[in-house]
């Protein structure tokens, strides 16, 4: 329900799994105990399953991107700026400097980057810092401006 902000998590260098879309609230919950997550959904039904006690839940109600992460901002002392483009959106893996034979597969115009060029090591998608990569950060830039915790 929240896969989108949790892309920007991503983005922001945080650590975070997203679930397949019809897991069933066990396995979310189960997931989550083990590999030691808070649960974010919007889905307050899952309060009522015993299991859910074990993990820490935060309720988002849906409400739009920009509205569900200043929401999730009175819960988590998040730094949106953590580490900025360091993990893949898609997988969640840390990315690794790009070697060249990653570099010839992106446009020529984007390999000026160079050395801020970073690749996935789990699906081999290449980043780099374009026109998409400075939308999602000077929204990250936004809300960590936001932030209760900016004067820290
Ligand atoms: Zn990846």
Same mark, same amino acid.
């Given at each position: 329900?929240?896969?989108?902000?949790?892309?920007? /998590? *991503?983005?922001?260098?945080?650590?975070?799994?997203?679930?397949?879309?019809? /897991?069933?609230?066990?396995? /979310?919950?189960?997931? %989550?105990?083990?590999?030691? *997550?808070?649960?974010?959904? @919007?889905?307050?039904?899952?309060?009522?399953?015993?299991?859910?006690?074990?993990?820490? =839940?935060?309720?988002?109600?849906?409400?739009?991107?920009? @509205?569900?992460?200043?929401?999730?901002?009175?819960?988590?002392?998040?730094?949106? /700026?953590? %580490?900025?483009?360091?993990?893949?959106?898609?997988?969640?893996?840390?990315?690794?400097?790009? @070697?060249?034979?990653?570099?010839?597969?992106?446009? =020529?115009? %984007?390999?000026?980057?160079?050395?801020?060029?970073?690749?996935?090591?789990?699906?081999?998608? =290449?980043?780099?810092?374009?026109?998409?990569?400075?939308?999602?950060?000077?929204?990250?830039?936004?809300?960590?401006?936001?932030?209760?915790? =900016?004067?820290?």
């Amino acid at each position: 329900m929240h896969a989108r902000l949790g892309r920007y /998590l *991503r983005a922001a260098g945080y650590d975070t799994a997203i679930a397949a879309g019809g /897991l069933e609230d066990r396995a /979310l919950i189960s997931q %989550a105990v083990t590999e030691g *997550r808070v649960l974010l959904t @919007g889905d307050r039904h899952i309060l009522s399953h015993r299991a859910s006690r074990e993990t820490e =839940v935060i309720i988002l109600p849906p409400n739009g991107l920009d @509205g569900s992460a200043e929401a999730l901002m009175t819960f988590l002392p998040l730094n949106w /700026l953590m %580490a900025p483009f360091s993990r893949c959106l898609i997988d969640n893996t840390p990315l690794r400097p790009a @070697g060249d034979e990653d570099i010839r597969r992106i446009p =020529v115009d %984007a390999r000026a980057f160079g050395d801020r060029i970073n690749v996935c090591p789990e699906c081999r998608r =290449v980043y780099w810092p374009g026109s998409h990569f400075k939308r999602m950060r000077r929204k990250l830039e936004t809300w960590q401006a936001a932030s209760p915790e =900016v004067d820290g």
